[in-house]
């Protein structure tokens, strides 16, 4: 069965940088994708980051406006582990942060909450000014 662990949530100053790191096991990396998400309190869970991970679909990334040249989606195949670099931290990316994988349907370029069939349990970050 895919399980998903998140680490690497922190509280950091506004400016500052955190990498989450996401252990995925049970789930083979080459043509299938993975996803970061977010949920900050008293709002609904959001896409921040996916990656495509060849097997010929090639490899496709795709970000939300809000953390485009902000954000990095990146992965090791070796340890089975996908990444997401955060450099210029803003109060408002204060979240728990999710890994998903599994896509469901074409909408996870979208990085549509639905689109994932498999979800890790989060781990807190919080941005202060």
């Known amino acids: 069965q895919v399980q998903l662990e998140e680490s690497g949530g922190s509280s950091v100053r506004a400016g500052g940088s955190l990498t989450l790191s996401c252990a995925a096991s049970d789930y083979p990396f080459s043509g299938n994708a993975l996803g970061w998400f977010r949920q900050a309190p008293g709002k609904e869970r959001e896409g921040v980051a996916a990656k495509h991970l060849g097997g010929g679909g090639g490899i496709l990334t795709y970000y939300a406006d809000s953390v485009k040249g902000r954000f990095t989606i990146y992965e090791d195949h070796a340890k089975s582990t996908v990444y997401l670099l955060m450099n210029s931290l803003k109060p408002e990316d204060t979240a728990m942060y999710y890994c998903?994988?599994?896509?469901?349907?074409?909408?996870?370029?979208?990085?549509?909450?639905?689109?994932?069939?498999?979800w890790g349990r989060g781990t807190q970050v919080t941005v202060s000014s």
């Open positions: 998903a994988a599994g896509a469901l349907d074409a909408d996870w370029t979208r990085l549509e909450v639905k689109s994932w069939m498999y």
